[in-house]
């Protein structure tokens, strides 16, 4: 990205860099079943955003003694690869990334039935391919695609979604460059059915009418995404459907 | 939502949800009412500040060490704020000897973000030749007795110390060299963030959980609230879910907490260090 002193995100138009308008995500392609090894898999491209989550599991719990005796332990990897940013990325986990990890696990667990498998765990892994503002938003909504893909009983899904404050405007679905020279970030996550929310982490300044509007915003914004999950899970059940019919036919 | 409880923990549970119905809690506070918050500072001789916090028996030490080093590339006249944290052994059964784990990040991150989005420091005060040189804060924090709510404990601990840091007068050359005088100068504190922790249990709300109230609630959520009431970050915990009005209201006891811990706590050490 080149950072060529960029000191104004909104446009005189009132259209931010990217041409988007303030409630517009970026576009967005999501596909099931990518990887073959894996329970359940799934690859979302969110603007530039890259990314693919493999579900391993439930299985046996390594180390024995972090099993839970009453259900399964949900357990994450986000990790960026190196080349996924502008400058290279140390491979090593950095704090933020396991800092990630941990808040995704957290905002998953709630849709997950995980009493129906006491003593196991369901390992998520994500790798960032190619970065570019929102990922844990993004690596949030194709974890709970590669679950369903992994036929883990399922309460609901969970869509994820950004919004936030970029020249003293409230937008949705920040980008990478919005999202380092912005005033503020607050990436959501909601089970779309019944409104609740699993994933909420804030930084930057709202005052308490700024925050509830940007809070709306981002909600409007996950029921957008739920739609195109929705969307992707439909298209590969309909692949399936018709291979089944296929072999019954024969 | 589904935590893992032990058999004590489940039996603990029941009594202090059946306690919340009645809005009591176990050790007799209200549900707004945060344990007795005491704070010392200037403890530390070889630290540029200190502060010990002690939230009923939770006790936590920060200590700031101010250096000088290269700034990040992005920001060349910015100086460099940098926090940790670390569970020490000594402080709880459950803590292990080692480099800090996912929990003693998230910890370190949500209580660096509070003070870096607030603009606690003005760290464009602390250049000394852009690009080249900067002041480093380091803020280092240690948790030596773990009865719950660690989040605001440290969050507090760390203003504190911050407030009561000082550094050596300096003049720089044109040059861009850096040259200590007699005599020492304050950092620039210029904003007192306080995170407040918010614990839901069956449908009520609680402030400042207790290690056993901590270890049942269903959700958490951490607020940081700058001085004009502003919001500064905030970080969902636990598994448990939250509704958009849970939030507005945490919001609303947030800042109302906030505000009264920064006059009635704080107060004092924010007096002194406009003073000198």
């Keep these: 990205m080149s950072n060529k002193k960029i000191t104004k995100l909104l446009k005189k138009n009132g259209l931010r860099l990217d041409n988007r308008k303030f409630d517009e995500l970026r576009s967005i392609k999501m596909e099931i079943g990518v990887l073959e090894k894996a329970n359940g898999s799934a690859y979302i491209e969110w603007g530039k955003n890259k990314i693919i989550a493999a579900i391993y599991g439930p ?53 997950i039935f995980t009493e129906f498998y006491p003593r196991t765990v369901i390992d998520i892994f994500i790798e960032v391919l190619e970065s570019d503002g929102g990922t844990r938003c993004a690596a949030l909504t194709v974890t709970s695609l590669a679950l369903a893909d992994a036929g883990i009983p399922l309460k609901d899904l969970v869509a994820a979604c950004a919004a936030g404050k970029i020249d003293g405007k409230i937008v949705l679905d920040m980008n990478g460059i919005e999202d380092q020279l912005g005033e503020a970030d607050l990436p959501i996550a909601i089970t779309p059915r019944n409104k609740e929310i699993t994933l909420l982490q804030m930084d930057g300044t709202f005052t308490k009418e700024e925050f509830k509007k940007a809070l709306n915003l981002a909600i409007e914004g996950c029921e957008k995404i739920y739609d195109i999950q929705k969307e992707a899970l439909r298209k590969e059940y ?12 024969e | 939502m589904s935590n893992s409880y032990g058999i004590m923990e489940s039996i603990k549970r029941k009594k202090i949800s059946e306690l919340l119905k009645y809005d009591k809690r176990l050790d007799g506070r209200g549900l707004m009412d945060f344990r007795k918050i005491k704070i010392e500072t200037g403890m530390i001789g070889t630290a540029a500040g200190s502060a010990l916090v002690s939230l009923g028996n939770t006790k936590v030490m920060t200590g700031i060490k101010v250096e000088t080093g290269t700034p990040f590339t992005d920001k060349p006249k910015s100086g460099v704020l940098t926090t940790n944290v670390e569970l020490t052994p000594l402080a709880s059964p459950n803590f292990e000897a080692g480099p800090p784990r996912e929990k003693a990040i998230e910890m370190a991150r949500v209580v660096d973000r509070g003070i870096r989005e607030a603009k606690a420091i003005d760290l464009s005060k602390l250049c000394i030749d852009p690009g080249k040189l900067v002041f480093i804060v380091y803020v ?61 249990l ?50 609303t006891i947030a800042q109302k907490k906030a505000k009264e811990i920064r006059e009635n706590i704080l107060g004092e050490l924010i007096a002194k260090n406009k003073k000198a």
């Design chain 2, 202 to 251: 069956d449908g009520k709300m609680i402030v400042d959980p207790s290690l056993e109230e901590e270890a049942v609630v269903d959700g958490l959520i951490t607020i940081a609230i700058g001085k004009k009431g502003e919001i500064c970050a905030m970080q969902k915990r636990k598994t448990g879910v939250f509704s958009v009005e849970d939030i507005l209201l945490a919001i």
């Design chain 1, 59 to 111: 299985r046996e719990v390594h180390p024995r003694r972090l099993s839970l005796t009453d259900k399964a332990l949900v357990r994450c990897r986000y990790h960026m690869t190196p080349f996924s940013t502008d400058e290279r990325k140390r491979p090593a986990p950095s704090r933020r990334e396991v800092e990630l990890s941990k808040v995704i696990a957290t905002a998953v667990e709630p849709i």
């Design chain 1, 238 to 249: 309909i692949i399936v459907k018709e291979e089944t019919e296929k072999i019954e036919e």
């Design chain 2, 140 to 200: 280092d924090i240690y948790v030596l007795n773990h009865d719950g709510n660690l989040f605001d404990a440290f969050a507090l601990s760390a203003i504190s110390a911050l407030l009561n840091a000082k550094m050596k007068k300096y003049t720089v050359k044109k040059n861009g060299e850096l040259k200590y005088g007699k005599g020492y100068i304050k950092l620039p504190v210029q904003n007192y963030p306080v995170e407040i922790s918010i614990g839901k």
